[in-house]
């Protein structure tokens, strides 16, 4: 199992400092202190490698570009962030040991993380460890109160998936639904969602089909959906199947209004194999702000910059980015009441409900099970060859 892990380590500002910081040891989290800042080692885990490696890595990168800002911000408290990565190829089994890593080895006291699957496996984990897992990237519904030191950080599927629904048959007079959904976590929880909104909205789901992760071909369950002469379909995969998916749906013919969510719509690999197949789709964004926020602007150039390519998956970039903010605005907290910065405490910091800020959504409030509920955008792809910044947020539904 080791072998099949690859340890990231990243730090922000100030290399040299949180290498030395690091072989001075410590306890709850501060790995040392020197001239009155402590560091704090947070955890990463990611798909690094694997199908949805690329996507991984560059959710690392959007952490990391928080780790500096953060390190500037909160220098003055006397808090410095360094990230550890670790490896979990987007699978249960291998998330559990990066889990366990980062918690064990690396004594992380808090955990940042992604995909329903390795979410759901670490969940039962974490008190354990008495570490705090943060997802900031998953959004199957059975994640909430999934355990008591889980927070989504990331709005599951009971609200933007549910909130979709709604609109499709209320706003866009849908009546006749189909859904394909990847047959995991990521898709189970939410095609039952979407369904349960879509029918209490008046409207009928008329096919519901699944499609294996890392599915090469999805044409037998497209014929099925067509043969049931939908009038919207909704697509609730992975990034890997979805352009399979797309293109099936163009292939044979079908017209009707196709809906997804960021994690297809959103990813630059997806759209640029979807092609034109991806235009004309409406998916929900769960992001507070956009591009045309200065600060977003500026990750999405520098981004640019240092990949030589365009950002992809903005959402979620801009909940790893904060995500970083979320644990060093738990720290100050901790130190300011006298606490000590465990996973357990960080927890209770996120249940006393007050707003933590964060850098580009302005703030962040959990709700008593540990989940976020706020608006939720609707975007159309007007053209997929084009960056994500370029696709039409049209309305915004309230939760």
């Not at 798909?47 to 690392?60: E, H, P």
């Not at 405490?345 to 933590?356: A, D, K, M, S």
């Amino acid at each position: 199992m080791k072998s099949a892990l690859r340890k990231h380590r990243l730090a922000g500002i100030g290399v040299a400092l949180c290498l030395a910081l690091t072989a001075c040891g410590g306890s709850g989290g501060g790995t040392g202190e020197v001239d009155g800042v402590t560091t704090y080692k947070l955890g990463a885990a990611m798909a690094l490698s694997g199908g949805q490696g690329a996507l991984g890595n560059d959710f690392v990168q959007y952490m990391q570009y928080g780790v500096e800002a953060a390190n500037q911000q909160y220098a003055a408290d006397g808090i410095r962030i360094e990230l550890v990565a670790e490896d979990t190829q987007a699978t249960a089994e291998i998330g559990v040991a990066a889990l366990n890593k980062l918690a064990s080895v690396e004594n992380a006291p808090m955990v940042v993380t992604a995909w329903s699957a390795v979410v759901k496996a670490m969940a039962p984990m974490a008190e354990d460890l008495g570490v705090a897992v943060v997802n900031t990237g998953a959004n199957s519904p059975e994640l909430e109160g999934a355990s008591d030191a889980l927070a989504n950080f990331f709005p599951l599927a009971s609200l933007d998936v549910e909130a979709l629904g709604t609109h499709m048959a209320e706003k866009e007079g849908k009546r006749r639904a189909a859904v394909i959904y990847i047959d995991n976590a990521t898709g189970q929880g939410a095609k039952d969602i979407y369904r349960q909104a879509f029918e209490a909205s008046g409207g009928q789901v008329v096919a519901v089909e699944s499609v294996a992760p890392d599915a090469v071909d999805a044409s037998s369950q497209v014929a099925k959906i067509a043969a049931a002469n939908p009038d919207t379909v909704h697509v609730h995969t992975l990034s890997n199947e979805g352009p399979v998916v797309l293109r099936a749906l163009r292939d044979q013919g079908i017209t009707a209004q196709v809906t997804t969510y960021a994690g297809v719509a959103e990813d630059a690999a997806a759209r640029q194999a979807s092609g034109q197949a991806a235009n004309g789709i409406i998916y929900t964004s769960v992001a507070s702000v956009g591009s045309s926020d200065p600060n977003v602007a500026a990750m999405v150039e520098r981004f640019k910059q240092d990949k030589g390519r365009e950002a992809p998956g903005l959402s979620y970039g801009i909940y790893m980015h904060d995500s970083v903010f979320l644990y060093a605005e738990a720290i100050k907290r901790l130190r300011a009441s006298g606490r000590e910065v465990t996973g357990e405490n960080i927890i209770q910091v996120f249940r006393e409900g007050t707003p933590l800020p964060v850098r580009l959504q302005g703030e962040a409030v959990f709700t008593d099970t540990l989940t976020i509920r706020k608006p939720i955008d609707l975007k159309r792809i007007v053209n997929a060859a084009q960056p994500v910044v370029e696709d039409e947020k049209f309305v915004t539904l309230q939760p």
